[in-house]
């Protein structure tokens, strides 16, 4: 989805890349604050909610996936509930969570796999781990 402003498309990649995993549009977000005025959690958060959703908005994506908030989320979905533009927040941060560990894992080679105790490992492991993080 793109919005305007000055006749400009206003979109990154991070946005697309939340909107394509969650359904959820950051650019609905006008910062009013609810998200992060009921969230239970947000003594505990590095960034709050709200300015989550700030930085996705301009594409910081350094930034969110390096804060410790979108791990402290408890996805109560308090933030949801409160949202006056039916944002779903506790989904763009599983979102972003999502991202994250995405970006902290690179392929696995099975051919290449070395596993100490492959005999004890559940076979459900592994099979999970082939589907998860396979070309």
Do not use: H
């Amino acid at each position: 989805m793109f919005y305007k402003l000055n006749n400009k498309a206003i979109k990154n990649s991070l946005s697309e890349q939340v909107q394509e995993i969650s359904a959820q549009n950051v650019f609905d977000c006008y910062q009013c604050g609810n998200c992060s005025s009921g969230c239970p959690v947000v003594d505990y958060m590095d960034i709050s909610p709200n300015q989550v959703m700030r930085l996705a908005q301009f594409g910081a994506i350094q930034e969110i996936l390096d804060s410790e908030t979108i791990w402290i989320c408890s996805t109560c979905l308090q933030c949801s509930s409160r949202c006056p533009k039916g944002i779903d927040v506790s989904k763009v941060m599983e979102a972003f969570r999502a991202i994250n560990l995405r970006k902290r894992f690179s392929k696995v080679e099975p051919n290449k796999t070395q596993i100490q105790n492959i005999k004890e490992t559940p076979p459900i492991l592994l099979v999970s781990a082939m589907r998860k993080m396979t070309g």
